[in-house]
């Protein structure tokens, strides 16, 4: 099912929501990045891989990880939700490189970037070369 043609929020749990903040800090200035799957819109699994590129302005994600993150969300029968990475120190929407590269119609991009106040994240719907914000919530959780 395509989250955004089915007009789903995609919904995070907090301890979820922290895996993706542990990534992203734990690679600054590096820019993290990964996979979120899950089904009905709420995020079930949080996949960090590595940035190929080891880059603190491009992530590219290594090719064999992201094959087995594939392969895994199959064989669980989940759905590819959401990507996720970050901008330690850009901008808090997708960049020009971010729109060019990006190859998954119908799955949302979720960007963390950081601010004098830390670490937030903003959710957004790409289609061809334009962008728009998507609604994300956290909800209760383990």
Partial sequence: MDPLESGLVLKIRQDLWQQILDDVEYHAPIEACGLLAGKNGE????YPIANAL?????FRMAPVEQLHVFMDIDAQSLDLLA????HP???????????DEFAYPGVLYLICHCSVSGWSCSCFNISGSHFESAR??????E
């Fill in 54 to 58: 080891a880059s603190p302005v491009r």
């Fill in 43 to 46: 995020v079930t699994k949080v």
């Fill in 83 to 86: 990507i996720y990475h970050s």
């Fill in 136 to 141: 994300f919530e956290f909800i209760p959780g």
């Fill in 89 to 99: 120190n850009g901008p808090p929407q997708p960049s020009p490189t971010d729109l």
